[in-house]
């Protein structure tokens, strides 16, 4: 059975940084697609980044490009996205979900809350 847990989110001021985990089960990371989504409330989930099996291969969307960072510890079987300079706009449930090809999507977590206030 495979099982993803996402921690590590919470309310941070504007400019601040965070770093959420994806603790997972069931699956090497090392073999599979990592993504983050998000999903803001009342708004429809969006795409925020992937890291496929070389830590090289990593995509990211427009808004988190320059910004955010996904990266994978393999002995801990975790992936992680570190998130800086944050915004309001970036307040959101973030979801990690994994997969065989980056568009299709097995499994996901039960998501972490980031707000962005001051």
């Known amino acids: 059975q495979v099982q993803l847990v996402e921690s590590g989110g919470g309310l941070v001021q504007p400019g601040g940084s965070l770093r959420l985990s994806c603790t997972t089960s069931?699956?090497?990371?090392?073999?599979?697609?990592m993504a983050w989504f998000r999903q803001a409330s009342g708004k429809e989930r969006e795409f925020v980044g992937y890291?496929?099996?070389?830590?090289?291969?990593?995509w990211y969307a427009d808004f988190a490009q320059g910004r955010f960072t996904i990266s994978r510890d393999n002995a801990k079987n975790t992936v992680y996205l570190q998130m800086d300079r944050l915004s309001p706009e970036d307040t959101a449930i973030y979801y990690c979900?994994?997969?065989?090809?980056?568009?299709?999507?097995?499994?996901w977590g039960q998501g972490t809350q980031v707000i962005v206030s001051s």
């Open positions: 979900a994994t997969g065989s090809t980056v568009a299709s999507w097995d499994y």
């Open positions: 069931g699956r090497p990371v090392s073999n599979y697609y």
């Open positions: 890291i496929g099996w070389s830590d090289t291969n990593t």
